[in-house]
């Protein structure tokens, strides 16, 4: 008795399948069926060949198909500053290299000007799309709303955080909005990403970190989050000059502060907490905070080490993240599952303390929980979105595979992403863009930052231009 088949939209055949749903489940000779911008199912290739017929059909021959990642937590306006100064100490970093850009940034949205963050938006979403990566959770200072078109027309999934900071004695006074500014921008950005396309942008308020806000501040965020359903994303105890200037001050540390006043829940994201009490831990874990652990940028900026293998002993839902590229230099999610398995390691001498498969679902199923999607992303599983890269195993780097999850962390570079599908859609098939000329984009944002850092009398070496020149014969 012959089968009628069923038309979808997509098809995927010949894959190695790694869904992320336990430590040892694959499928090998692996099929996934797409429709309406969702997984229907996940099988073999046999087994799914007889029961649907793809409108597109991808050949996933010798490619590992796993969950898109996710970096929950980027600054897409520091991708300009790739390479930048690394012989400062962190607040003369702050200030010399930073801080300048930011203020540039918001001053330039004051006056109009928006350019610098549109352009900044489009530079992040290709590197992220190239890295594999299929959701991000970009904070930035004052962005234009045109922001939220640049995420839908280039096809990437966001939560799209606006930083909040009023503290003129932490921050300077050039990078603040009035309340009235600041907060009217959030509304109107929180009202375009309510019908953005296909539902794959959200509104986020950002903290920028407890010592930057007054506590009239942090209050008003939490009274707003809470009238308004919008989720809270925070820097928290990054430094240990930020930590003990905090703890002099509230005579509490920034953690158990922000629970004493109301802030931490179970809508919030809290980027680095590297200077945590044991009690602390337990706030995040009882208050169900989720943690964005950065090792990359903690490394580069010798900011610490957060206790991840603590937190994941207690329960605590934990994601990761690349940070600016000012502080990592680049967007490889796969090289921070390798980096985080490694430094927890060798801070607890421990060589089995955290395993590869953690740090796997750190960087997916882990990171849609973070975006409080755990239930819509994160693994390849039936009526989940469909965000799914494939990535190239013939790769010599990737080869031998002895452990298809020890490869993807231990080996896999971001260049081994192969094809990128975000709900559904194709944004990047054989390294190749669909949804922008990724060259002409680039070129045209690095053109406009240069004239831009150089109109406000910011440093730009001799051969950033050259190099745009001769990228553009």
């Given at each position: 008795?012959?089968?009628?088949?069923?038309?979808?939209d997509?098809?995927?055949?010949?894959?190695?399948?790694?869904?992320?749903t336990?430590?040892?489940?694959?499928?090998?000779?692996?099929?996934?069926?797409?429709?309406?911008?969702?997984?229907?199912?996940?099988?073999?290739?046999d087994t799914?060949?007889?029961?649907?017929?793809?409108?597109?059909?991808?050949?996933?021959?010798?490619?590992?198909?796993?969950?898109?990642?996710?970096?929950?937590?980027?600054?897409?306006?520091?991708?300009?500053?790739?390479?930048?100064?690394?012989?400062?100490?962190?607040i003369?970093?702050?200030?010399?290299?930073?801080?300048?850009?930011?203020?540039?940034?918001?001053?330039d949205y004051?006056?109009?000007?928006?350019?610098?963050?549109?352009?900044?938006?489009?530079?992040?979403?290709?590197?992220?799309?190239?890295?594999?990566?299929?959701?991000?959770?970009?904070?930035?200072?004052?962005?234009?709303?045109?922001?939220?078109?640049v995420?839908?027309?280039?096809?990437i999934?966001a939560?799209?955080?606006?930083?909040?900071?009023?503290?003129?004695?932490?921050?300077?006074?050039?990078?603040?909005?009035?309340?009235?500014?600041?907060?009217?921008?959030?509304?109107?950005?929180?009202?375009?990403?309510?019908?953005s396309?296909?539902?794959?942008?959200?509104?986020?308020?950002?903290?920028?970190?407890?010592?930057?806000?007054?506590?009239?501040?942090?209050?008003?965020?939490?009274?707003?989050?809470?009238?308004?359903?919008?989720?809270?994303?925070?820097?928290?105890?990054?430094t240990e000059?930020?930590?003990?200037?905090?703890t002099?001050?509230?005579?509490?540390?920034?953690?158990?502060?922000l629970?004493?006043?109301?802030?931490?829940?179970?809508?919030?994201?809290?980027?680095?907490?590297?200077?945590?009490?044991?009690?602390?831990?337990k706030?995040?874990?009882?208050?169900?905070?989720?943690?964005?652990?950065n090792?990359?940028?903690?490394?580069?900026?010798?900011s610490?080490?957060?206790?991840?293998?603590?937190?994941?002993?207690?329960?605590?839902?934990?994601?990761?993240?690349?940070?600016?590229?000012?502080?990592?230099?680049?967007?490889?999610?796969?090289?921070?599952?390798?980096?985080?398995?490694?430094?927890?390691r060798?801070?607890?001498?421990?060589?089995?303390?955290?395993?590869?498969?953690?740090a796997?679902?750190?960087?997916?199923?882990?990171?849609?929980?973070s975006?409080?999607?755990?239930?819509?992303?994160?693994?390849?599983?039936?009526?989940?979105?469909a965000?799914?890269?494939l990535?190239?195993?013939?790769?010599?780097?990737?080869?031998?595979?002895?452990?298809?999850?020890n490869?993807?962390?231990?080996?896999?570079?971001?260049?081994?992403?192969?094809?990128?599908?975000?709900?559904?859609?194709?944004?990047?098939?054989?390294?190749?863009?669909?949804?922008?000329?990724?060259?002409?984009?680039?070129?045209?944002?690095?053109?406009?930052?240069?004239r831009?850092?150089?109109?406000?009398?910011?440093?730009?070496?001799?051969?950033?231009?050259?190099?745009?020149?001769?990228?553009?014969?």
């Amino acid at each position: 008795m012959s089968v009628t088949k069923k038309n979808i939209d997509l098809l995927i055949l010949n894959g190695l399948i790694v869904p992320v749903t336990g430590p040892n489940q694959v499928i090998e000779n692996g099929a996934v069926a797409v429709d309406k911008g969702r997984i229907i199912e996940v099988g073999t290739t046999d087994t799914l060949k007889e029961k649907y017929i793809g409108k597109k059909v991808v050949d996933a021959r010798n490619k590992a198909v796993m969950p898109g990642l996710i970096n929950a937590h980027c600054h897409f306006l520091q991708d300009f500053l790739k390479g930048s100064r690394d012989d400062l100490p962190l607040i003369d970093w702050i200030d010399q290299v930073s801080f300048p850009r930011i203020k540039l940034a918001v001053q330039d949205y004051l006056s109009g000007r928006y350019e610098l963050q549109t352009f900044a938006a489009i530079h992040g979403c290709i590197t992220n799309i190239k890295s594999g990566i299929t959701s991000v959770v970009n904070m930035e200072w004052a962005t234009p709303v045109e922001t939220i078109k640049v995420y839908e027309d280039i096809g990437i999934r966001a939560a799209h955080t606006l930083t909040i900071t009023d503290n003129h004695n932490w921050t300077p006074p050039e990078a603040i909005l009035s309340n009235e500014v600041l907060f009217n921008l959030a509304d109107e950005l929180n009202q375009l990403c309510k019908v953005s396309k296909d539902n794959r942008v959200s509104f986020w308020y950002g903290i920028a970190c407890p010592n930057s806000c007054t506590p009239e501040m942090l209050t008003k965020v939490r009274e707003l989050a809470n009238m308004k359903h919008i989720p809270i994303h925070i820097h928290l105890a990054e430094t240990e000059y930020e930590y003990n200037s905090f703890t002099k001050n509230f005579n509490r540390t920034p953690t158990a502060y922000l629970k004493d006043i109301g802030v931490l829940g179970n809508d919030v994201l809290a980027a680095h907490c590297i200077w945590l009490t044991d009690e602390d831990i337990k706030i995040l874990k009882e208050t169900g905070t989720s943690v964005v652990h950065n090792p990359e940028c903690n490394m580069k900026l010798a900011s610490g080490i957060a206790p991840i293998a603590k937190m994941l002993k207690e329960g605590i839902n934990v994601s990761l993240g690349t940070d600016s590229c000012a502080v990592n230099d680049n967007t490889d999610i796969f090289q921070t599952m390798r980096i985080a398995v490694m430094l927890q390691r060798v801070a607890n001498l421990d060589s089995m303390i955290v395993s590869s498969y953690q740090a796997l679902e750190m960087a997916t199923i882990g990171g849609a929980k973070s975006l409080g999607l755990g239930d819509q992303l994160g693994t390849l599983e039936s009526g989940k979105l469909a965000d799914i890269i494939l990535v190239n195993l013939k790769s010599a780097n990737m080869r031998p595979i002895n452990n298809i999850v020890n490869n993807l962390v231990y080996c896999a570079q971001s260049g081994n992403v192969d094809t990128v599908i975000i709900n559904g859609n194709i944004v990047m098939e054989n390294k190749v863009m669909l949804t922008i000329n990724e060259e002409e984009a680039l070129y045209e944002a690095e053109a406009y930052a240069l004239r831009r850092f150089k109109e406000a009398g910011l440093s730009i070496p001799s051969y950033y231009l050259k190099s745009l020149e001769e990228g553009k014969e």
